[in-house]
C-alpha cells in the first residue's frame, strides 16, 4: 500500500548501482585524471556518467542524452556507455523492477502510470513488460482501494456525480483503468452506507467500458 516498504523498496531501487565503486574499477574509472582541457573524451564520458550514477540509478537512454548534452562525441559516448552496461553500471531491466516497486508502493501509481514513466526514462518496452509483470493484480487492487479510503471522507456532503469524478479523477492520475475505478470506489460507497439508508442510486451510475484504456496501455 502507499507509504509501506518504501525504505526496502529505495533501497532496492540503487540496486541499478549496486556495487558502484567496485564496477566502476572495472569500467576503467578508477584510472581516470582529473579531467581537463586535454582530457580525452572517454575520460569525459565516463566521469559525467559515475558523478550521476553516483547521485541515483539511471537508464542508459538518461545518461546517453547527458552525454550529447556536455557535448561527448558519439563515438566516445557509445564505447563508455557499452562498457558500463557490460559491467552492470548500466541496468535497464534492474531500474525498471526496482522503479515499480519503489513507485507503486511509494506513490501508489498503477501500471500504465508506471509503464509511462519508464518509457519517458528510455527503457525498452520489453523490460518495462518484464517488470510489470512482477506488481501483482490482488496488490495494484489493493493499493486502489487504499486510495480511495483514504480520500472517501473528503467528499462526504458532495453530490454523488461529483464524489464519482473526484475519486475517479484521483485513481484516473495514478494510472488505473476506468472499469477497476468504478468498481473500487462503488464498493467503497456501499461500504461507507453500512446497513443504514444508501443517500443515493449506485444503479444510475453506469459501468465504464475499459476498452479505451486498453487502447491506450
Known sequence: MPGQRSA?????SSAGTGGLAGASQAAGAEHDPESGPDADPETIARQICLRMLTAAPRTQAQLAAALRRRGVPEEAATAVLARFTEVKLIDDATFARAW??????????????LGAELRQRGVAQDDIQAALSELDPEQELATARELIRRRLEGTAGMPLAARMRRLTGVLARKGYPAGLAYRVIREALEQEAGDGPVPFDLEVLPEPDDSDDAAEA
Open 8 to 12: 526496502r523498496a529505495r533501497t532496492r
Open 100 to 113: 515499480v516497486e519503489s513507485r507503486h508502493h511509494g506513490r501508489g501509481l498503477a501500471g500504465r502510470a
